[in-house]
């Protein structure tokens, strides 16, 4: 497995921004597709966004499609996800993911590298 930590949240006002970190030690992270999963309490684990290791292709989950853009920063070997005009629906544990193998949808099931997660909470 290879070892993520996460970082980056916090509380937020409703239409603020956080952008999330997703760092591992090793370069090896930049040649892992990389999914940013969420779960709220009482709710089930839903896939936020992916990204492929080698053709740079993203998949959003629908509810945060224009409002959140994930992207990777090779040289520090790091996956963002940059949240814009949150909502207190977006408030959630957030977990960043890593699979060696080509990205294949965005599903949990897929990950075998997790994050300890970060707490988002978005609350006037």
């Known amino acids: 497995q290879l070892r993520l930590v996460e970082s980056g949240g916090g509380l937020v006002q409703p239409g603020g921004s956080l952008r999330l970190s997703c760092a591992a030690s090793?370069?090896?992270?930049?040649?892992?597709?990389v999914g940013w999963f969420r779960q709220a309490p009482g709710k089930e684990r839903e896939g936020v966004s992916c990204?492929?290791?080698?053709?740079?292709?993203?998949y959003y989950a629908d509810s945060v499609k224009g409002r959140f853009t994930i992207s990777r920063d090779s040289a520090n070997y790091t996956v963002y996800l940059q949240m814009n005009s949150l909502k207190p629906e977006d408030t959630a544990v957030y977990y960043c993911?890593?699979?060696?193998?080509?990205?294949?949808?965005?599903?949990?099931?897929?990950?075998?590298?997790w994050g300890q997660g970060t707490q988002v909470t978005v609350s006037s």
């Open positions: 993911a890593a699979d060696p193998r080509e990205l294949r949808g965005c599903v949990s099931s897929r990950f075998g590298s």
């Open positions: 090793l370069y090896i992270l930049d040649y892992y597709a």
């Open positions: 990204i492929s290791s080698s053709d740079g292709r993203t």
